[in-house]
């Protein structure tokens, strides 16, 4: 079976003035993945590490450098924005931040029937019917109140359920979930996560789940992705790469979790700040941080090397010499 997502070799350029030069900054560097259908994808990483673009270039929201984005086999990389809009309900976003999704000026009945509207060409009334039904499928109960609100009057928790049952309701492939707990409690935290695989569970959909938290990938994802200033240092099945995970700054965010150190995990502590993609190190780009930094890595990139089938890692001790 066709994947839903292919990312080849994907480079994202933008260009930005620091003190009156012209600069491009690569955000993604020569990325490639593969999310298969109906799975779940986790992409790790500090804030800067290029998760969010990757993200967006892989919903064609960004238009990628160099590279080739695939979706259900279709290439998009260079698709113009008229062949992709019957794709785009296809392929839906669920953001960081809830309260920039939806416009502060709609009630959120409003802002979850135009797209079905749009997409669909549903009259009002069958519009809000659906969306009657999906808010109470998300939680927003009693929908009826819920629909006549402003964004304004739900809590963060209540919004972020709003914007998933947008998503939801034009019945996506894939859908990109970017940090979509990121500014909520633990308890709601684990709600919305049950409830993003409700619907995986129920409508096949596959997941890219985008998170700077390791240990909650091991809760939703098949496949994770660990990205480091632009480039996948990292990936492999998710039970593989949480139990023994390979690359030194897998290690450390693993280390960074509460209890890892009693669960047997190896202490590995970063050292610093991740760097600015806009001047990265030479060599391995993680080379400044890294505890097990040699000669080589300050001046050569490593290769990417399969060290098990299936477990790719981009770093100088696992390449044979
Ligand atoms: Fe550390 Fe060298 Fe591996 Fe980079 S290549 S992670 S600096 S050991």
């Not at 994907?10 to 900054?25: H, N, Q, S, T, W």
């Not at 993945?33 to 270039?57: C, P």
């Not at 259900?72 to 992709?84: H, N, Q």
Request: charged share 25%.
């Amino acid at each position: 079976m066709k994947p839903i997502l292919e990312l080849k070799d994907v480079v994202m350029e933008f260009e930005i003035e620091i003190l009156g030069a012209r600069k491009r900054v690569r955000a993604v560097d020569r990325v490639s993945l593969v999310i298969d259908r109906g799975s779940v994808y986790g992409l790790v990483g500090e804030s800067g590490s290029g998760k969010t673009t990757l993200g967006k270039v892989s919903l064609r929201l960004y238009r990628p450098s160099a590279g080739v984005v695939m979706f259900d086999g279709v290439d998009i990389t260079k698709l113009p924005e008229r062949r992709l809009r019957p794709l785009r309900r296809r392929m839906q976003l669920i953001p960081q931040d809830p309260y920039s999704a939806i416009n502060p000026l709609h009630t959120i009945g409003e802002a979850l029937m135009e797209p079905l509207m749009i997409h669909y060409g549903l009259e009002r009334r069958e519009a809000l019917d659906r969306v009657l039904e999906m808010l109470g499928r998300v939680g927003l109960v009693p929908p009826e109140e819920f629909v006549n609100r402003k964004p304004n009057q739900l809590s963060g928790g209540q919004l972020q359920r709003a914007v998933i049952a947008r998503a939801m309701l034009l019945n996506p492939d894939y859908v990109v979930a970017d940090e979509p707990t990121s500014n909520l409690d633990a308890s709601i935290r684990a709600s919305i996560i049950d409830l993003l695989l409700e619907f995986r569970r129920e409508y096949g959909q596959s997941l890219l789940f985008i998170t700077h938290d390791i240990s909650l990938v091991s809760l939703i994802a098949d496949r994770v992705g660990v990205m480091y200033l632009g480039q996948l240092i990292e990936e492999g099945p998710t039970d593989q790469l949480i139990k023994e995970p390979l690359h030194p700054y897998t290690q450390a965010l693993i280390s960074a979790v509460p209890l890892s150190g009693e669960l047997g995990y190896r202490k590995v502590t970063l050292k610093g700040e991740i760097g600015d993609p806009a001047t990265p190190p030479p060599g391995c780009r993680f080379h400044p941080r890294c505890p097990f930094a040699m000669d080589i890595c300050k001046r050569q990139e490593p290769p990417v090397v399969e060290v098990r089938p299936g477990i790719f890692v981009k770093c100088w001790l696992y390449v044979r010499k």
